[in-house]
Structure formats: structure tokens, C-alpha cells
């Protein structure tokens, strides 16, 4: 039986940040943790330039696919949320089904890069960014969890 705890990552579109932050969990902590993702309202792939960036670090994420948050809500014993945009927390439940208590929800709200402007190096710089700064988030969370 697995004993991972199982991590969701939730987002509006879950096709950049969530994405990025499973890959990286997976990376960083996959023997401790098992990570998902969703999104409030799933987009139809993964955003390439999230792939990308992800693969710069040596991380595949190709293989992972947007998610809709009922394919676990009310079906999977979350043990810990993680939301990272502002969006998805105004309307994602306050209360998870089978989360252990509000403790373990938490808010990081990353800039969305998928709306970044500018050229495509611009663009490609702020993935870049909301990549380094959710893996540091995860370095500390990883330390008190």
C-alpha cells in the first residue's frame, strides 16, 4: 500500500503553475509525496512553454495533461492543497473533502505566465521566473512537511 501523502496542486487552467508545481514536487520529493493537479476550469493541454521550461531543469512534464478539479473532488483523500493563483482561490471549496483540517490548505499566489507579454524571450523569462519561485516555495514547504 502506498503511504505517499498526496499533494494537490489547483489552479484555473491547470496548464502552467499547477503543472510546473507537480513536475517539480514529483522531482524534488516523489518518495514522500504523491502530486496531482487540476484546474477550475481545465484548459485543453499543457501550455508548450511550461513543458519547456520545465525540460531546461531536467524535468519532463510532456506526459502529465490538464485535469478538471471533480477528477478528484469527493474521490481522492487529498492530504494537503495547494492553490497557486488568486482566481482559483476565490472559487475553490474552503473546505476539501477528507482534508485534515484548513491547516493544510494553503495559498501560494504565483503571477500567471500564460498572460505574460512582450516578446517571446519576455514571455519565456517570466515561465522562467514562476518556475524558480514555485520551486522555492517547495524547498521550504518540503522542510516543514
Known sequence: MDKKQKVLFLCTGNSARSQMAEGLLRDMAGDRFEPLSAGMEARDE????????????????????????????????????IVVCSKANETCPRIWPGLLSEENRFYWPFDDPAEATGTDEEKLDVFRRVRDEIREKLVEWIKDH
Open 46 to 81: 499543457i501550455h508548450p512553454v511550461a513543458v519547456q521550461v520545465m525540460q531546461e531543469v531536467d524535468i519532463d512534464i510532456s506526459g502529465q495533461h490538464p485535469k478538471g478539479l471533480e477528477e478528484y473532488l469527493g474521490k481522492t483523500f487529498i492530504h494537503y492543497l
